[in-house]
């Protein structure tokens, strides 16, 4: 089935990390995405990974994918303010279809 | 910044009236997708199109709802005699191929008194 699941909510202190947890279910899936999107906007493409690797690090941003658990992860490292928002974790299904959490609000607290 | 464009930002319509939402892909880019958000949850899959060919509509309601991507011009999404229900925001993506990581719009917000 399709079916993306992660945390709803996750608060953390601005200058510490950021992990956001995400489990998905189509082991054929190519690409996983991450996806940030703040209040009244569209998803901002953050990154992703494809699926033959295990790791993929972005300036403040890590990737980890367990192929085995079907689980990817998101860290955001130094977490500031503008980090607030809420992160969408996508599998793609057939490639192109992508299948979306519900995703986690992030709220930064000074 | 050439990016993904949608029009009306925000859009109000009354129940059985209709709406049209339009989408400008970035340029270069000849593959749209359209996403429907419901509030609190994800986006969920709608359609899939090409230049005048509509590759996967899986995710689209079976009435009222219709998309096209013409030769010429936007990508619209039409909804025909909208109701309560459809009150959501309309996003629409672009990639290169089916391949590559979809961009997305700011959406439509679609609001159905």
């Known amino acids: 089935g399709e079916d993306v699941e992660q945390s709803l909510f996750l608060s953390v202190r601005e200058g510490d990390s950021s992990v956001i947890n995400c489990t998905y279910t189509d082991s054929s899936s190519t690409y996983l995405y991450w996806y940030k999107q703040e209040p009244g906007a569209g998803l901002q493409l953050l990154t992703y990974?494809?699926?033959?690797?295990d790791m993929k690090q972005d300036q403040r941003l890590t990737v980890l994918l367990n192929k085995k658990d079907k689980h990817l992860s998101l860290r955001i490292a130094d977490t500031q303010t503008g980090d607030s928002a809420i992160y969408f974790c996508a599998e793609s299904i057939n490639d192109y279809k992508l299948s979306f959490g519900a995703g986690t609000t992030v709220t930064v607290r000074a | 910044n050439a990016g993904v464009m949608q029009n009306p930002r925000h859009l109000v319509r009354r129940r059985g009236q209709e709406a049209r939402l339009r989408c400008s892909p970035m340029?270069?880019?000849?593959?749209v997708y359209w996403y429907r958000q419901l509030p609190e949850e994800g986006l969920k899959f709608m359609v899939y199109l090409q230049k005048e060919n509509i590759i996967d509509e899986s995710g689209m309601p079976k009435e009222r709802f219709s998309a096209e991507f013409p030769k010429e011009g936007p990508s619209i999404l039409r909804i025909q005699q909208v109701v309560r229900g459809d009150s959501a925001a309309y996003f629409c993506?672009?990639?290169?191929?089916?391949?590559?990581?979809?961009?997305f719009g700011d959406g439509t917000r679609l609001s159905i008194l």
């Open positions: 993506a672009s990639s290169p191929d089916r391949y590559q990581p979809q961009h």
């Open positions: 990974i494809f699926s033959n690797m």
């Open positions: 340029k270069g880019h000849s593959h």
